[in-house]
């Protein structure tokens, strides 16, 4: 048996409020736990986007009936909600900005609109970058002019991760995470993802190619945290018109990762310190007594979606063959998850930030 510390998985998508068909606080709790996360931090593209007081409590009221393991919440940074962010990053997981892509009210069309938020963010509170390619390089300009440590998402390209690790040679206050999808899977992957259904294999960032997954591996020093931008929508939805991107990540993060160690891709400190160490310096995270999770080191298996907890119903890593399961998940000295049952009740999860 394998003891490792809580998880943390600082992206999650968890739909609560406004898209509770694909996810909810209850279900992706649930599914973080049978993954072996302990700790998540909630992404503010909700229906409506968590970007003041109002939408905040919103999001923390439902977490805080329904989460089965611990939380936190990001503001999203908006047009002109730099004050009023600020003014709640006590009770926040940090700061989300949205660089590139167009994400409703969570919009900044040009580089004016990130100033007030690097001026006015605390120091010490974190800041998540969605920037992509040349985008990175402007949040890493920005990071350094005014002086703000800058945390970067799903980093998926070579050109990133090697600016990344520029940046850091420098001594910039730059870290990031890489996507186990972005790990696992490259463009060549998509036509085994799709069956004939082209939105299953979208995600944002694309999947790269074999080149970008090779200089990922090759750098996993520069790479802080894993992370699953666990992006639950429905199969009805990625099959349909318009298809949305993103993919379910939380249960079958840790057992791809134990694989790798089993392939002599990866170590289990690795684990140890992109899952735990790291997110939890970097975001500044309270300690978790009494909190450890158990890991069968041998179990081969399948990846099935008809076995897991997310309401979403799939995975891009359906048939996987995988070596390595969580047996049983303590949460603050209560078993929350043992052989394949979550036993933590909806609201014994708590608010990082309380
Ligand atoms: O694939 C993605 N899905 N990328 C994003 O940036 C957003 C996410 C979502 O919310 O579905
Ligand atoms: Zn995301």
């Known amino acids: 048996m394998l003891k490792l510390p809580g998880l943390i998985d600082p992206h999650v998508h968890v739909r609560e409020p406004g898209a509770t068909h694909k996810e909810d606080w209850d279900t992706v709790t649930q599914a973080a736990l049978a ?27 439902a977490a805080n009936a329904k989460a089965r393991c611990d939380y936190g919440q990001y503001i999203g940074a908006g047009p002109d909600n730099a ?17 590139d892509s167009t994400f409703g009210e969570l919009r900044l069309d040009d580089m004016t609109l990130w100033m007030p938020h690097f001026q006015t963010f605390p120091k010490l509170a974190p800041m998540v ?77 694309r999947l790269a190619t074999k080149e970008d997954v090779h200089s990922l591996w090759t750098n996993l020093d520069v790479i802080d945290c894993f992370a699953t931008d666990h992006a639950p929508h429905t199969l009805l939805e990625k099959d349909g ?15 791809l ?14 684990i140890r310190q992109k899952l735990h160490n790291n997110p939890k310096r970097i975001f500044n995270l309270p300690e978790q007594p009494e909190t450890w999770v158990e890991v069968d080191e041998n179990a081969i ?29 303590v949460l603050r000295g209560k078993t ?19």
């Open 35 to 61: 993954g072996g996360v302990t700790t998540l931090l909630a992404m503010p593209n909700t229906k409506p986007p968590i970007f003041d007081e109002a939408t905040l409590t919103l999001a923390l009221d």
């Open 83 to 99: 004050d009023i962010a600020a003014a709640l990053a006590p009770k926040a997981a940090g700061l989300k900005m949205y660089l």
């Open 129 to 205: 970058m969605h920037a992509e390619s040349r985008t990175l390089a402007a949040a890493i300009l920005f990071s350094t002019i005014y002086d703000h440590p800058v945390h970067i998402a799903h980093v998926s390209l070579k050109e990133e991760i090697l600016l990344i690790k520029a940046a850091k040679e420098k001594g910039i206050k730059v870290t990031c995470e890489v996507c186990p999808h972005h790990l696992f899977l490259s463009t060549e992957d998509i036509p085994a993802i799709s069956h004939e259904h082209p939105g299953r294999g979208e995600v944002r960032p």
């Open 241 to 255: 018109e318009n298809p949305p991107p993103g993919f379910p990540g939380l249960e079958t993060m840790l057992p």
């Open 257 to 270: 990762l134990l694989t790798a160690v089993d392939d002599g891709r990866l170590t289990v400190e690795d």
């Open 301 to 329: 298996y399948e990846i099935k979606a008809t076995e897991s907890f997310t309401r979403c119903g799939w995975t891009p890593f359906e048939g996987w063959k995988v070596k390595g399961r969580v047996t049983k998940v």
């Open 336 to 354: 929350a998850f043992e052989d394949g049952k979550v036993l933590a009740e909806a609201g014994y999860g708590k608010n990082i930030r309380r």
